[in-house]
């Protein structure tokens, strides 16, 4: 069992940066890709990004490509989502999520979950 927990979200202005980071305990975080979601109100969780264990390969979806940086540090079993040129349509909860699939990007491909942080943006 891995036990995810994330932190970092709140109240920004659009044009303003965030980092999520993802607290990963429980049995070895070894081998398992980590996966960022989110989900706006109203609509369903979509994928924002993953990150392989050894951090050679990051995807990003193409609405978050070139404003957020997915990045991890395994000694620290801590993955982060730094966001930056926030705008009001990445307002949602955003969540962590981990597998040992390769190329997972849909959310039952994930066995291990956070809570989630909200992140909200205004205009």
């Known amino acids: 069992q891995v036990q995810l927990v994330e932190s970092g979200g709140g109240l920004v202005q659009a044009g303003g940066s965030l980092r999520l980071s993802c607290a990963a305990s429980g049995r070895t975080f070894g081998g398992y890709a980590m996966g960022w979601f989110r989900q706006a109100p109203g609509k369903e969780r979509e994928f924002v990004g993953r990150i392989t264990w050894s951090g050679g390969r990051i995807y990003y979806v193409d609405s978050v490509k070139g404003r957020f940086t997915i990045s991890r540090d395994n000694a620290k079993n801590t993955g982060y989502l730094q966001m930056n040129s926030l705008k009001p349509e990445d307002t949602a909860v955003y969540y962590c999520?981990?597998?040992?699939?390769?190329?997972?990007?849909?959310?039952?491909?994930?066995?291990?979950w956070g809570q989630g942080t909200q992140v909200t943006v205004s205009s």
């Open positions: 999520a981990s597998t040992r699939r390769i190329g997972a990007a849909m959310t039952y491909e994930y066995d291990y």
